[in-house]
């Protein structure tokens, strides 16, 4: 097909935005990038150690895994075909489903096409104008969006913040007919943890509902949690695709009925639900296996002569961009991979190293990468 012509304006509208971008050091490009052996990727004609991957137990490669998506794939094919709500609810869904609300303590469970589509299809469900949303300042974009979208009077307190979330509360609650409170289990960013006993109590004492985001708990810390509300992806530790929502009967059953991203986006391929069936028994069954990345986190902290890590992400923060895109430039020069996360997804001043641990990391990798940070001034 003949290239269209393009359009003027349009292209002088994203060249200006991205020449803006630039200037800041805020510019963002993908690099292909190739899985590898383990934790290995393959970037830029090189084979690097990767500490940006979120495939925490190393199970999209499992092969019991593998085997389970194969079958189901060679089976029923590579798509759905519909949205669960028409014909696309696969049998598979009820394994999964099962599965994952014994795993969270709740009555049931819902899977969405992903961790991004759960939020934006549960949030709105849930609340909306004439409602109160109150979210930790570090939640994760998509829950931001979702709160955006759902038409709620939005506020948001300081990062794990109980006084700031108790005042919010104490001012505005009465204002409101409903009131949801949004965390997460582990901050995606900062690798720490949400007081989840506390604020749970007191969104009780308000009549607020608590909804954690598990995207980075699963899998990787302990799961039991006093939320109303428990969201998740499959796509992390899991090793593959899909978001999900585990709550009490009566929420899950308006979630299927009324749920926007389930009712009018295509269910996801059998082999999908396949894989993640099989990686969720292997969660539960091994133990062992899910304690290794936090287990290489700290190690990794105590090198460093840090608090201990509470989750398998552990931050190294150095400030501005140009100076983590440095960082990374040098670790990557001597076989590292570790993105460099700048604003807008941390806050000006806070960009960092974000070092995800991996149950497949070697202890001499995690020696050999705090040794660098340590000589080159950044830990
Ligand atoms: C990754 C992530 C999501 C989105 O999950 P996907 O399945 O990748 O869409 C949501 N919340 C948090 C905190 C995440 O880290």
Redesign the pocket.
């Known amino acids: 097909m003949p290239v269209r012509q393009p359009t003027a304006s349009l292209d002088e509208t994203a060249a200006s935005r991205l020449a803006h971008l630039r200037a800041q050091g805020l510019r963002r490009e993908m690099v292909t990038t190739a899985p590898a052996q383990g934790v290995q990727v393959e970037r830029g004609g090189r084979t690097l150690v990767s500490f940006s991957g979120?495939d925490y137990l190393g199970l999209s490669r499992h092969p019991a895994i593998v085997a389970a998506a194969r079958e189901a794939l060679e089976r029923y094919g590579a798509g759905a075909g519909a949205s669960r709500l028409i014909s696309g609810s696969h049998p598979y869904y009820e394994t999964l489903e099962a599965l994952l609300a014994q795993m969270k303590g709740t009555q049931a469970a819902c899977v969405f096409g992903?961790?991004?589509?759960a939020?934006i299809g549960t949030i709105p469900a849930l609340v909306g104008a004439g409602d109160l949303i109150l979210a930790d300042k570090s939640v994760?974009a998509?829950?931001l969006d979702s709160a955006r979208l759902s038409g709620a009077t939005f506020m948001r307190f300081a990062h794990n913040n109980m006084d700031h979330c108790r005042l919010l509360l104490e001012e505005n609650r009465r204002d409101f007919q409903r009131c949801l409170i949004l965390t997460?289990t582990v901050f995606?960013m900062d690798g720490d943890r949400a007081p989840l006993v506390p604020l749970s109590e007191l969104a009780c004492l308000h009549d607020a509902w608590l909804m954690a985001?598990d995207?980075?708990g699963l899998g990787v810390v302990p799961q039991e949690s006093p939320a109303d509300i428990h969201m998740g992806?499959l796509?992390?530790a899991a090793g593959g695709?899909?978001?999900y929502v585990c709550a009490s009967r009566p929420v899950i059953d308006l979630l299927k009925g009324t749920s926007r991203t389930l009712l009018f986006s295509t269910a996801l391929p059998p082999a999908t639900v396949a894989a993640a069936a099989a990686a969720l028994e292997i969660i539960r069954a091994d133990s062992e296996l899910c304690a290794r990345p936090l287990a290489h986190a700290r190690l990794f902290t105590s090198l460093l002569g840090r608090e201990e890590a509470q989750s398998p992400i552990v931050p190294v923060i150095v400030g501005e961009p140009e100076r983590a895109l440095a960082a990374s430039a040098m670790l990557e020069a001597n076989g590292f991979y570790v993105a460099a996360i700048r604003p807008p997804t941390v806050a000006l001043g806070s960009a960092r190293l974000r070092f995800a641990f991996s149950a497949l990391h070697e202890g001499g990798q995690i020696e050999r990468v705090a040794a660098l940070l340590k000589a080159h001034g950044y830990a």
């Open positions: 979120n992903s961790g991004t589509l939020n994760h998509c829950m997460e995606s985001d995207a980075h992806t796509s992390k695709y899909g978001g």
